[in-house]
């Protein structure tokens, strides 16, 4: 489970596959969708955003719109994300010999 920075949405992730969105002050569930194939085991919200991410037993990390609640990006195998106040998200894949640099966002997406 997480909280928005905003305070209005609450993700929660369950074993089932899925991941719901909740409005804070009515306490109904907004959106329901089977999000990953196998159970998910976290969910993050993206600091000053509806953005977030779910991470699953499936090896996948998948990046979602909570505002459209659309899934933006989908990662399979051993990836790393990084990010930090002076605004750049990177993404890093390790291979056999290293770890390098796949992506990066100088802002939100």
Sequence with gaps: MNIS???TLIA???ADK???LWV???GDCHKSIFAHQESIMSVQFVWGTDYFFTVSRDKTMKYWDGDKFE???KLEGHH???GSHDMPVRIWKKTEEQLFLEV???SIL
């Design 5 to 7: 920075s905003g305070n």
């Design 71 to 73: 899934n933006i990006m």
């Design 12 to 14: 929660t992730c369950s």
């Design 18 to 20: 899925s991941v719901k």
């Design 24 to 26: 804070l002050g009515f």
């Design 104 to 106: 990066e966002y100088e």
């Design 80 to 82: 790393a994300v990084t």
